[in-house]
């Protein structure tokens, strides 16, 4: 069976600033996929930039969270549905717990999202989510829901994530190991859809941090691991 390096840039329609830099690794060959948030500050903006590079690997970044929490940032994320269960008054909440009582509400709400870029006339190759606030999660999460809203709307596959439990702030360390990752792998699996073996996940830092050859070495000692 054939491997894939994918390198995907999600976030993609926040802010001119993201789209200027994911417009410039793209056309650099630094990254090969992105992942838009439709609704984002940004968005009509980063269409035009994957209609004008034509861009093939498109995925959804579904967003229910919000980091940028000040009423006047132009960063901030809000609902298209506008759900009482979801918002924080205007805008999403920084942090999300799914349940009973909110899933169908999340379910409408990434329907939304998923339309529009649709609509957007976009081929979309990929669900994925922000803050990792849908999946991985603490349980129950949204991972099947996902599935679902992919066969229903004809989206190939779903991003998952590996490095996890470095990442316990977040989330719990879900699918962080060996069996845990396959049967997420599984779920996915059994509605016929694709998913990543592994994820590396890129940090911030400096851009020094980001040479071709820091790159190389960071992404060599997570294939050792």
Not at 38 to 63: F, N
Not at 83 to 100: A, V
Request: negative net charge.
């Amino acid at each position: 069976m054939s491997k894939y390096l994918i390198i995907n840039a999600d976030d993609f329609g926040i802010s001119h600033e993201e789209n200027m830099a994911v417009s410039e690794l793209y056309q650099e060959g630094k990254i090969t996929s992105v992942s838009v948030m439709a609704g984002a500050h940004a968005y009509e903006e980063a269409v035009d930039i994957i209609k004008k590079l034509h861009m093939d690997s498109v995925g959804v970044h579904l967003y229910v969270t919000s980091e940028y929490q000040k009423e006047d940032c132009i960063y901030k994320l809000s609902g298209m549905t506008c759900s009482d269960k979801l918002l924080n008054g205007e805008i999403f909440p920084p942090k999300f717990t799914l349940s009973e009582d909110n899933v169908l509400a999340v379910c409408d709400e990434s329907k939304a999202q998923i339309e529009k870029v649709i609509g957007s006339g976009i081929n979309i190759s990929h669900l994925d989510n922000h803050m990792y606030a849908l999946w991985p999660a603490k349980q129950p999460d949204f991972l099947e829901h996902a599935c679902k809203l992919c066969v229903e709307y004809k989206i190939p596959a779903i991003r998952l994530c590996a490095k996890i439990k470095e990442q316990d702030k977040y989330f719990s360390p879900v699918y962080s190991g060996r069996i845990n990752r396959l049967y997420a792998r599984s779920i996915i699996g059994s509605y016929s859809l694709k998913s990543s073996d592994y994820v590396f996940l890129m940090s911030q830092g400096r851009d020094s941090d980001f040479s071709d050859d820091a790159m190389l070495h960071n992404f060599r000692n997570f294939l050792e691991r």
